[in-house]
């Protein structure tokens, strides 16, 4: 018989890969996680490794693990459980569905209530849908897409950029310590500077701003670098992985410019500015920017592992992609999986919570820049809705960013307070389900202040 080694991880010791626990989880969790980590490859998500817990339940923003402790959820799964945890419409929606038919591609009745609802949302001209089960899935099909619609075949990403680590979208990742060592890469691919206003990745030069230059060098570089036959220029609107940055106004309307100037398209990945997060059903309306493609997935179908693309019509059509069974998959779009995204997509629309991410998105971001005038750590706070970013730092002038010591000790004690948050990270994602309410998101706030509270007394923090 086949036997796994499993040694017991204690409470706030190392788990498999060497992460240090937080020591918060109570015996139940440690017990599980424990066991799984004797099964599990090293490289689960770092929230799971670091806190070590296990969940059991959770209620709208609101967490549970199995040892009874309540958390609050600024995390969502990553911008997953737009809906929040435990929705009763969503659950009844999915049971009802897995007990009529789940399996197949033939049309449901919730695959075309959904697409209606859809149709009502995404930016004009937007007018054709096909779904996926993972967002590098959905992002590769995009790239699929604009090479049938363009017969170019090369990409233009941004650094900073986090689309998915399957082989065609791992070239354009922006962080390279998901990459290194994993060459040769897809060829064709290129990346070019992201203008984040804190820190303008080529330093504000003479009469420019950052997003004007950003264009220049990206329009310098298709010219210079690529052979001229760009397929598309692919932007997440809003970027999330590299710490929820905000392009300046005027560089996503100048980067549709720019693509097609050199005969590609515009994909927007919306993965995770899509459906409410930022207060907008899509991130790119806020600057009224129409993209040829949009890449979706995460909220949209509330947890279920549903994903797509977004195109115009006119592009669509384009072949092998529009050929029979082109553009489709295994599970995308089947009946549980569209049962899923009507719910939730009913759900946001009568619970008023694109609304409500707008609200609570500005309470939230007014109370952390009252914060900021408190911990001079608080190097920059940003955000649209529920989508937020606070760059953590050692010191204002040199905006270096706090070390991974001083971000876990923020990370433990927000969590041993009882808030789940992306603490552990010198730039703080605060993205919490769409339907967190305004009790809710205060006292997570005043969990975060008390933390920093504490953790800026200990003797060497910031140092660290
Ligand atoms: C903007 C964006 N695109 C694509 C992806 C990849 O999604 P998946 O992990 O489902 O492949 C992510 C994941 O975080 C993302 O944030």
């Not at 240090?20 to 599980?32: C, H, I, N, Y």
């Not at 950029?161 to 060829?187: A, I, N, R, W, Y």
């Not at 392009?247 to 693509?259: D, S």
Request: proline content about 6%; glycine content about 14%.
């Amino acid at each position: 018989m086949k036997t796994t080694t499993r040694t017991a991880v204690k409470n706030g010791a190392p788990a498999a890969g060497g992460a240090q626990g937080s020591g918060v989880a109570g015996p139940r969790s440690l017990e599980l996680f424990t066991e799984e980590q004797g099964y599990f490859t090293p490289g689960l998500q770092q929230i799971a490794i670091f806190s070590q817990l296990v969940m059991d339940k959770g209620r709208g923003a609101l967490l549970y693990d199995v040892d009874g402790k309540e958390y609050v959820d600024f995390v969502a799964g990553v911008c997953v459980a737009a809906i929040g945890h435990g929705h009763p419409g969503y659950a009844q929606a999915i049971a009802e569905q897995v007990a009529n038919i789940h399996v197949g591609s033939f049309t449901t009745r919730n695959r075309v209530e959904f697409c209606r609802r859809l149709m009502r949302h995404t930016p004009k001209g937007l007018d054709r849908v096909q779904l996926y089960s993972g967002g590098a899935e959905s992002v590769e099909a995009a790239f699929r897409l604009a090479k049938s619609h363009t017969q170019g075949f090369e990409f233009v990403g941004f650094w900073g950029g986090f689309h998915g680590k399957t082989g065609g979208v791992l070239p354009l990742l922006g962080d390279t310590s998901f990459k290194q060592g994993l060459g040769p890469l897809m060829p064709g691919t290129y990346s070019s500077p992201f203008p984040d206003p804190y820190r303008c990745p080529l330093g504000t030069v003479g009469k420019h701003d950052c997003a004007a230059h950003c264009l220049e060098f990206l329009r310098s570089m298709i010219r210079r670098a690529t052979t001229g036959k760009l397929a598309a220029i692919i932007v997440e609107p809003i970027q999330g992985t590299a710490g929820n940055i905000i392009p300046p106004a005027g560089f996503l309307p100048g980067l549709r410019e720019v693509a097609h100037e050199f005969g590609g398209l515009l994909i927007a990945d919306e993965m995770i500015t899509g459906f409410g997060r930022t207060g907008k059903w899509f991130g790119c309306l806020h600057e009224d920017v129409r993209p040829d493609i949009i890449t979706v997935g995460k909220g949209m179908g509330g947890g279920f592992p549903v994903t797509g693309l977004i195109a115009r019509s006119e592009i669509a059509g384009a072949k092998p992609f529009a050929n029979p069974s082109g553009s489709s998959s295994s599970y995308g779009g089947n009946p549980l999986a569209s049962a899923a995204c009507n719910a939730a997509m009913r759900i946001v629309e009568e619970e008023g919570l694109v609304e409500n991410s707008r609200v609570i998105g500005e309470r939230i971001l007014a109370r952390l820049r009252k914060m900021q005038e408190r911990f001079p750590f608080m190097g920059d706070v940003r955000g649209r809705g529920l989508l937020i970013g606070v760059e953590m730092i050692k010191d204002p002038k040199t905006k270096e960013r706090l070390g991974p010591v001083s971000c876990r000790r923020i990370f433990d004690e927000g969590l041993r307070r009882g808030l789940i948050t992306m603490a552990y990270s010198p730039v703080i994602r605060i993205n919490p389900p769409l339907n967190i309410t305004a009790e809710q998101a205060d006292r997570g706030l005043d969990i975060l202040e008390e933390t920093f509270a504490a953790v800026s007394r200990t003797p060497d923090f910031g140092k660290c």
